[in-house]
């Protein structure tokens, strides 16, 4: 096991199996996604890396405090994760099943109960490389099961000859009292049909630490309450096979190849990120230094500087001629040219690079998009997007469907009406992001004309949403208008 349950206190952590990758997740990619400059500037480096990266060198400045306060992070990595999130769930995928209407009313229900964590979840898979689905109930708040999504930075996975066969979840609570110096850790390991809670305090940050009675910290107090003699709940009685989470990997990380954790999207971008960083911050720098100046001589402001004409574009300087009463105000304007477009020019190109390495076209982005298009040519142009998107939908299609089972299952235990797993279901991407009305008029239209379609074919293309029932009542109107008895009829 990589993080055993009775583990000695001592226990490093991160684990050693995964140290390089955890370490990479919770310091440099954490800190890019953040966008925060005092998060960033604080990830821990060797002194080499500080060297090298032109953001800790900005960091480590404590001489020119100039030139350490004008770094200004790029916040490009959140905004990918953000745009990953919309185009995979911005409009709410739906789980469907054949069966009554009765039945598709309820997973409609679990559809909209779902699509926040969703979209969370896949933000947080963009951002840190892969996410978990965990169904969770709490009889004391709803009489219905909830979705949590996790990032792969809190996850220790573990492996048997490539099958996932246990998954520990560790999370950092919070000190109990000002004065509490240890590191508190709730650990939530998961194994088929079983889960456990543990509590570890730890006064070394980098280990593990003791176990103690999850009813020592007011986190892990309730489910001292739930669980059995050892610490865990039995899961069986669901009558769902394997684990209760289900992960979603955001694709392979080149870095590190046995593919326990999945790379996020700017994961190859870090470099480029950094460059763009130096760039954004020269251009703040230029317009602090560039602003305009009134020089005046020394004393011409008069006593404590007490000339307020927005004084803050005047500045004293010692040696300027003060003038006679017969000359002109000793004042001198300097007034720098600001090198916008160039500075404009470099961050479009940098940003554009980064996108597209992270697997987008700068057109999602919104660059590049002067004039109206067809939806034709809009595909073609986003078409690194397209196939993105497409990936990603079948990593998370999967993990979702489990997900759906199990929180199907949970709602029986938990009385709902009618509840428990259903044979077939089946995810359905909405096309909102996907498509043009106008362009898919007009294949239907051409696919008529080549009498290559039905009524029922047109009616599903042109509304996706609608139900079987709903498509057939749709076919019967039309046929009804157009006083026709088969729909091959208005093949022609």
Not at 122 to 147: E, K, M, Q
Not at 474 to 480: H, S
């Amino acid at each position: 096991m990589v993080l055993p349950l009775d583990a000695p206190a001592n226990t490093p952590w991160p684990p050693l199996a995964y140290q390089p990758q955890i370490r990479d997740l919770t310091g440099l990619v954490a800190a890019w996604t953040s966008d925060e400059r005092d998060v960033l500037t604080q990830t821990p480096s060797t002194p080499a890396k500080a060297r090298g990266k032109w953001w800790q060198r900005r960091a480590t400045d404590q001489v020119d405090t100039h030139r350490a306060r004008s770094f200004i992070p790029a916040a490009i990595a959140g905004d990918v994760a953000a745009v990953a999130s919309d185009l995979l769930f911005g409009s709410p995928a739906i789980l469907t099943a054949p069966g009554s209407g009765q039945q598709q009313t309820r997973l409609e229900e679990l559809s909209d109960r779902v699509a926040a964590a969703l979209q969370a979840g896949a933000d947080i898979a963009s951002g840190t490389g892969g996410a978990w689905l965990v169904p969770r109930w709490n009889t004391t708040l709803s009489d219905r099961s909830t979705l949590q999504a996790i990032g792969q930075d809190q996850a220790v996975p573990e492996y048997t000859l490539g099958v996932l066969t246990a998954v520990s979840f560790v999370v950092t609570l919070p000190a109990k009292t000002e004065a509490d110096t240890s590191t508190w850790r709730h650990i939530e390991r998961h194994e088929d049909g079983r889960v456990w809670h543990a509590l570890r305090e730890a006064t070394n940050p980098n280990e593990l630490g003791a176990v103690r009675p999850l009813a020592d910290h007011p986190s892990t107090a309730a489910l001292g309450d739930i669980v059995q003699q050892d610490g865990g709940i039995d899961l069986t009685g669901f009558g769902v096979k394997g684990m209760l989470p289900s992960y979603v990997s955001n694709g392979f990380w080149r870095r590190y190849r046995g593919g326990e954790y999945g790379a996020p999207d700017h994961a190859s971008s870090l470099p480029d990120i950094d460059s763009l960083s130096q760039t954004l911050s020269a251009w703040d720098r230029e317009i602090r230094v560039g602003q305009a100046r009134i020089l005046v001589a020394e004393g011409a402001l008069g006593p404590d500087g007490a000339l307020d004409l927005d004084d803050e574009v005047f500045t004293e300087l010692k040696g300027l001629d003060q003038g006679t009463a017969s000359s002109r105000l000793p004042v001198e304007q300097v007034h720098f040219d600001l090198r916008v477009q160039d500075f404009a020019a470099t961050a479009l190109a940098q940003t554009e690079r980064i996108i597209t390495s992270c697997g987008y076209a700068p057109q999602t982005f919104g660059l590049h998009v002067e004039g109206a298009i067809s939806g034709t040519s809009h595909k073609l142009r986003e078409r690194r997007t397209y196939r993105t998107l497409g990936r990603k939908q079948r990593a998370w299609e999967p993990a979702v469907l489990r997900a759906a089972q199990w929180m199907l299952a949970i709602d029986k235990q938990l009385g709902l009406p009618d509840a428990g797993m259903v044979d077939g279901l089946n995810l359905e991407w909405s096309d909102d992001n996907l498509g043009d009305a106008a362009e898919t008029a007009s294949t239907i239209q051409a696919l008529r004309d080549a009498r290559a379609i039905s009524i029922e074919t047109s009616v599903r293309m042109a509304q996706p949403d609608l139900s079987p029932d709903q498509v057939d009542d749709e076919v019967r109107r039309i046929m009804d208008e157009n006083k026709t008895t088969s729909p091959l009829d208005l093949i022609g």
